[in-house]
């Protein structure tokens, strides 16, 4: 049994990771930062399934926090998949945004992508196999007005994702990236109304968070060994 990190695990695109993960026969630690009781009942719910899974708690954030987190899971062996999920939003278009919006959305889809990545890299190089996916956003590729800061921050991460892929790739450790557009979700229910998904998704809906799960645990499994580098859309024909 492999065991899998899924960051930003409390939310609905990172529930249904795990959840995939879990029934693709991972252990599959489930995190979140201030969300612990959403992360503990995915956990719940997995393993009530028959899965095996827990919940985690740190601040990506926070180097010496991560890193203390990382070493405590990392004594039980090493994690040859990551899921790089945790990112937030602090929309403003660029005129009006304060430099702590511009910050803190930076820190943790970036920061908390190496604060969380390279303490996991020698143990899974290791292995000699591995797994890295980090989530980024139609937002990195397309662009989004009010989201200046957000599309900067998962950018970057395909930046990061090609090189690593690059370092990673004689080590038996793919690293990709997958781009979800409009994903169903408490968090998206309010910004995009029916009339607007219509008229900005070709397929006419939002995409499930299963289906994103979907694409990734296809990413985290033996069957995508010859896949890396690759920043791959899931958006219902957006771009």
Not at 49 to 72: C, H, I, M, Y
Not at 139 to 145: F, K, L
Not at 191 to 205: C, E, G, S
Request: aromatic share 4%; glycine share 12%; proline share 4%.
């Amino acid at each position: 049994m492999m065991r899998a990190l899924v960051t930003g695990g409390s939310g609905a695109i990172g529930g249904a990771i795990a959840t995939a993960l879990a029934a693709a026969g991972h252990h599959v630690y489930v995190h979140a930062s201030g969300q612990l009781e959403r992360a503990a009942a995915t956990a719940a719910a997995i393993a009530g399934g028959g899965g095996s899974a827990e919940a985690v708690r740190f601040d990506v954030t926070n180097q010496a926090e991560t890193a203390l987190a990382l070493k405590t899971l990392l004594a039980a062996g090493p994690i040859q998949i990551l899921i790089n999920n945790a990112g937030i939003h602090d929309d403003a278009v660029m005129p009006g945004m304060r430099p702590e919006q511009w910050s803190r959305v930076i820190d943790v889809s970036l920061n908390g992508f190496f604060n969380v990545t390279q303490p996991l890299l020698l143990p899974m190089i290791r292995t000699r196999w591995g797994r890295i996916v980090n989530i980024s956003s139609v937002a990195a590729i397309a662009g989004n007005r009010g989201q200046t800061n957000y599309a900067a921050a998962k950018a970057g991460l395909h930046g990061a994702t090609r090189s690593l892929a690059l370092e990673l790739a004689s080590r038996g450790i793919t690293v990709n990236t997958v781009a979800p557009g409009i994903i169903a979700s408490p968090m998206s229910a309010g910004t995009f109304p029916d009339d607007a998904i219509a008229r900005l998704v070709p397929m006419k809906r939002a995409g499930r968070p299963e289906e994103v799960a979907d694409l990734v645990a296809f990413l985290a499994s033996a069957r995508a060994g010859y896949i890396s580098g690759q920043v791959i859309s899931i958006n219902g024909g957006m771009i």
